[in-house]
């Protein structure tokens, strides 16, 4: 069992940064896949970055890609999702999850555990 819970979220204007954190706990960390997933109101939960259990491989949606980073710290058990450049279109509830299989995937099902989620709110 692995136990997330994220952090960092907020109300940010357009251009204005964030940086949400994912703290797990339970077993072996370094074992696991993670990725960041967000869900708009009255939209489908859609996946936006993973890393996989060494953090060289990362993925992003094109719509996030350069301005957003993730990254990990397996000592600290630890990931995070660096928000550069803020949208409006970027509102949503942001969640991460771990996949127990050490590559990441795009498909939320593909993933085992998951965090209760922080809001991300961008005013224009």
């Known amino acids: 069992q692995v136990h997330l819970v994220e952090s960092g979220g907020g109300l940010v204007q357009a251009g204005g940064s964030l940086r949400l954190s994912c703290a797990a706990s339970g077993r072996t960390f370094s074992n696991y896949a993670m990725g960041w997933f967000r869900q708009a109101p009255g939209k489908d939960r859609e996946f936006v970055t993973g890393i996989n259990w060494s953090g060289r491989n990362t993925y992003y949606v094109d719509s996030v890609k350069g301005r957003f980073t993730i990254s990990r710290d397996n000592a600290k058990n630890t990931v995070y999702l660096q928000m550069n450049s803020l949208k409006p279109e970027d509102t949503a509830v942001y969640y991460c999850?771990?996949?127990?299989?050490?590559?990441?995937?795009?498909?939320?099902?593909?993933?085992?555990?998951w965090g209760q989620g922080t809001q991300v709110t961008v005013s224009s």
């Open positions: 999850a771990a996949r127990s299989v050490g590559s990441y995937r795009t498909l939320a099902n593909e993933y085992d555990y």
